[in-house]
């Protein structure tokens, strides 16, 4: 599902960092840079859900903080890479498990009409 995405859906402007005491240029082209390499290692089955997750969880975490301004830029990319091979491992697709329990509450539901 990545493959209806693009990169470009959630690159930032200048505009859109909001207030970074003249450093908005800087900060915007930090999250694009971060983005640009985190996205190639989206698994290409991601839900587009989970991407957009991620890449809002991304922002998230270094929106309004100094570390956007202060640490290099190699440090962030790989602060991001690592953050969202772990994201994406925890709230990636459901397991096998899951579908069966999703399947067992099916036939719960189904049980329960019948009566």
């Not at 599902?1 to 930032?12: G, I, N, P, R």
């Not at 962030?76 to 067992?104: C, K, N």
């Amino acid at each position: 599902m990545k493959d209806w995405l693009s990169v470009q859906d959630y690159l930032f402007d200048v505009r859109d960092v909001g207030d970074w005491e003249g450093e908005e240029e800087l900060v915007a082209d930090r999250i694009n840079t971060i983005y640009h390499a985190v996205w190639p290692t989206v698994p290409e089955d991601a839900s587009v859900a989970l991407i957009d997750r991620l890449m809002r969880d991304i922002w998230d975490q270094l929106r309004g903080s100094e570390v956007m301004i202060e640490a290099d830029e190699d440090e962030l990319v790989d602060w991001a890479l690592a953050h969202s091979r772990q994201f994406i491992e925890q709230q990636g697709a459901p397991s096998d498990e899951d579908d069966e329990d999703a399947d067992d509450d099916a036939e719960d539901v189904i049980d329960e009409e019948e009566y």
